[in-house]
């Protein structure tokens, strides 16, 4: 009968079962329990994918991170790690399971080696995985929900001729944090304004297209694919979770669940094709393109010893930045030539740069007369019509007359000072009784001096400041032991700071990459009170920007943590080691005065 009693008591039975179950948790696993395996979510991606490795450990209560292999093809990063725990007939499951994006750097078939445990003193490795990462295959690209070209606007063209690259980026589902990243090493670059973006539909489907163009002049002759642009995204992934309360608000914002799929898009490379300039005539100006010389002359009538300005203008498409004019057969014996500094103007005409460049000088007529200004030339080569062009300047007059009149130079004398002598004798105009001293007492000096003044202000005014340095000291020591978060963020630099000074001492390259990502995550942890350090680059970006940390702060600490992650998967993890920490202190510094 107590049996019976005993069953019926729900509150306790309740706390016998879960007391129950937390027992057979705590038993330990035997060696046998143990199982370890690693899997990817797919053998064959390209370029344009990521590869999520996740690695498992079954039938242990803590599992310790794992050793990967070298990864130095991939970009490694780390993602959220996930726990499970289930009690089948009496019997206890766990298993731990730590996630990784890999992004593939070239093509090619490569191996995944085996990750590296060691549980309780044992080794536990999983097995090597093969991967193939071969190139996108397509007929047409609109059959994928995002995608990314690129085009020119001609192929052919000569040295220093301007030619328009258009990368585009299509996308019908939603992305975040698009980078462009393109090789422009052979060329000069000049951007051509702000991306534009437009809708366009391609199949029935509709795109929103990102499209950016920049103005690219080649430097030197020679045939070449022009490097295939690459660009960098998330793509986000809005999913709806069920729950109890659907029925009460089916459109619940904390209904959906967003998920982010890192995305590497390629462009195709460009072939083409940099010709020569013919043979150079004398004069030539280095100019390729359609451009034009005009001047003017601020007045032609004036007088020896005044000044004009003669301005030339020289505007057209093309590169005309780098132009020098040269006025030296102007400086003789009639005039005299200063040049000011030249200005230089750039739009942007019709998708195509259009540029102006404005020389100002200064001419100083030495005699009287008529004096001609001969056409100032200009040689530049049109692509168009595959030939050198001369243009100049029409012929202008100067009209100098003789200065109106000889100034003459007067000297001044210095006025001489009054004698003493010649002023007027003290006349005394009547005499008094003063008052007679008798003691010494009666000739101290009474005024205030320097000194008494400094101890009267300090008598008067140190006592208060003692008393406010005492209620602030105090006041911070009070609030140091019993605010948490104070404290932590306090006391989070010189913490991470010291971390780092014992650092070099660490021999393992990539011992010294995983405890200088968990320096960093701590730092960051105490700094913004979080509880634990589990959290993934592109989480650390939220956080800092949910306080109000400047973005370039928050892009040198994903830059930071994700360089840690890259040196703690690849072979090179101790290359660069002075480098690094050097950049974590002076990242730690920029983020402790941003705070």
């Not at 944090?177 to 422009?184: F, R």
């Not at 029925?247 to 010709?275: A, G, H, Q, W, Y």
């Not at 029409?394 to 001044?412: C, H």
């Not at 105490?526 to 350090?533: D, E, H, Q």
Request: proline share 6%; charged share 25%.
């Amino acid at each position: 009968m107590r049996i019976k009693i005993f069953l019926k008591n729900k509150p306790f039975s309740k706390l016998l079962l879960v007391g129950g179950i937390f027992f057979m948790w705590a038993l330990p696993a035997t060696a046998d329990d143990i199982q370890v395996s690693a899997s990817v979510d797919n053998s064959e991606i390209t370029l344009e994918d990521s590869l999520l490795l996740s690695v498992r450990v079954q039938g242990v209560i803590r599992a310790p991170s794992p050793e990967l292999p070298n990864l130095q093809d991939f970009k490694v990063r780390t993602q959220k790690s996930n726990t499970s725990l289930s009690i089948i007939n009496g019997k206890k499951a766990s298993s731990f399971t730590f996630n990784y994006l890999l992004t593939p750097k070239k093509l090619g078939k490569f191996t995944i080696g085996p990750v590296k445990f060691k549980i309780d003193g044992n080794p536990y490795i999983t097995a090597p995985i093969q991967v193939i990462v071969k190139e996108q295959t397509r007929t047409f690209l609109p059959a994928t929900n995002v995608f990314a070209e690129a085009d020119v606007s001609h192929h052919q063209l000569f040295v220093n001729e301007q030619v328009i690259l258009t990368v585009r980026l299509l996308r019908s589902v939603e992305v975040r944090n698009i980078q462009l990243k393109m090789d422009t090493s052979r060329f000069r670059k000049e951007n051509l304004g702000e991306p534009r973006e437009y809708e366009r539909v391609i199949n029935g489907v509709r795109y929103q297209v990102h499209e950016m163009s920049v103005a690219l002049f080649p430097l030197r002759p020679g045939r070449f694919d022009f490097p295939a642009a690459t660009v960098s995204l998330d793509i986000v992934h809005r999913e709806k979770r069920q729950n109890r309360f659907d029925s009460f608000f089916p459109d619940s914002f904390f209904n959906t669940v967003v998920r982010t799929e890192p995305k590497v898009l390629r462009t195709r490379p460009i072939p083409m094709e940099v010709l020569a300039l013919p043979e150079k005539p004398e004069n030539f100006s280095n100019l390729v393109g359609q451009f034009g010389i005009s001047s003017e002359l601020s007045r032609s009538a004036l007088k020896t010893g005044d000044t004009t300005t003669l301005t030339l203008s020289v505007s057209g498409s093309g590169y005309v930045k780098d132009l020098a004019l040269n006025l030296a057969d102007l400086d003789g014996e009639r005039l005299k030539v200063y040049q000011d500094r030249p200005t230089y103007k750039q739009e942007i005409w019709n998708n195509k740069i259009v540029g102006q460049k404005i020389f100002k000088y200064a001419l100083v007529p030495l005699e009287s007369g008529t004096t001609t200004i001969p056409p100032i030339p200009l040689v530049y080569f049109d692509p168009l019509k595959r030939k050198y062009i001369h243009v100049q300047t029409p012929r202008m007059a100067l009209d100098i007359q003789p200065a109106s009149g000889k100034e003459s130079l007067a000297t001044v004398k210095p006025e001489t000072p009054p004698s003493f002598q010649e002023e007027n004798p003290i006349n005394i105009i009547g005499k008094d009784i003063l008052p007679l001293h008798t003691t010494l007492e009666d000739f101290r000096d009474r005024r205030l001096t320097g000194q008494r003044i400094f101890w009267i202000v300090c008598g008067v005014i140190l006592p208060a400041v003692l008393f406010i340095l005492y209620v602030s000291i105090h006041r911070y020591r009070q609030r140091m032991k019993w605010d948490t978060a104070f404290s932590r963020n306090q006391t989070a630099h010189k913490i991470a700071q010291e971390k780092l000074d014992g650092l070099m001492s660490v021999l393992d390259g990539k011992d010294f990459a995983r405890q200088l990502s968990l320096i960093l995550r701590e730092y960051i942890g105490n700094k913004l009170n979080l509880k634990g350090t589990a959290f993934t680059p592109l989480e650390m970006k939220d956080l800092l920007r949910s306080r109000n940390f400047g973005e370039e702060s928050i892009l040198l600490s994903y830059q930071l943590l994700d360089e840690c992650e890259a040196c703690q998967y690849s072979q090179g993890a101790d290359t660069d080691r002075e480098k690094i920490l050097e950049e974590s202190k002076l990242l730690l510094d920029r983020l402790e005065k941003a705070s």
